[in-house]
């Protein structure tokens, strides 16, 4: 969680800073600024409680709303349906399950949900439909390999501690 905190502040400081600076749009950059703050805030008060997930979820809820924003509004040159991308990866390698299927789930249900307005022309978008299409086409591929690499990851590690089991036991009777 450290590494992923310490990340999203970087990026969205800086991208608040080129908000500010180079696009003058100050509205955007007072929401990466508070976005990053925030991440800064939770990752401060996860040092001092016992309890890791919870603070997880936070930083994944933020990084749900940054990620949806930044879908929303294109990201700098275009490059807002890049950003979503890492979400599912962030969330099924941070969170436990069954939070990890949840927290995507709505991800990838809020992401439909803008993907239809933008489509319809209900959000403003610099996304054509083909890039839209492709852009989900994508994500869903993301979220599908990685829900199977966690479900091979289980699938292995019981085996092993199945393994290690019939070892311990063959060598405790090797003993006798």
């Known amino acids: 969680m450290k590494i992923f905190s310490?990340?999203?502040?970087?990026?969205?400081?800086?991208?608040?800073?080129?908000y500010l600076v180079d696009r003058h749009d100050s509205v955007t950059a007072i929401i990466y600024y508070a976005l990053g703050s925030l991440i800064g805030i939770?990752?401060?008060?996860?040092?001092?409680?016992?309890?890791?997930?919870?603070?997880i979820c936070i930083l994944l809820i933020i990084l749900f709303v940054m990620t949806a924003i930044?879908?929303?509004?294109?990201g700098l040159g275009?490059?807002?349906?890049?950003?979503?991308?890492?979400?599912?990866?962030?969330?099924?390698?941070?969170?436990?399950k069954p939070i990890n299927y949840y927290i995507?789930?709505?991800?990838?249900?809020?992401?439909?949900?803008?993907?239809?307005?933008m489509v319809m022309g209900y959000i403003e978008s610099e996304?054509?439909?083909?890039?839209?299409?492709q852009t989900m086409i994508v994500y869903f591929v993301i979220i599908l390999v990685s829900y199977l690499n966690e479900s091979l990851k289980a699938l292995y590690s019981k085996k092993m501690e199945e393994s290690l089991g019939r070892m311990t036991t063959i060598l405790d009777n090797l003993q006798d």
């Open 127 to 133: 996304f054509s439909w083909i890039k839209i299409r």
């Open 42 to 55: 939770n990752y401060f008060i996860s040092l001092r409680k016992e309890n890791i997930q919870s603070s």
């Open 78 to 96: 275009g490059t807002g349906n890049l950003w979503i991308m890492a979400f599912p990866l962030i969330a099924y390698y941070l969170a436990e």
């Open 6 to 18: 310490l990340m999203s502040v970087s990026v969205l400081f800086i991208f608040a800073t080129v």
């Open 104 to 117: 995507v789930f709505a991800h990838a249900s809020v992401l439909m949900l803008l993907s239809f307005f």
């Open 70 to 74: 930044i879908y929303i509004q294109g």
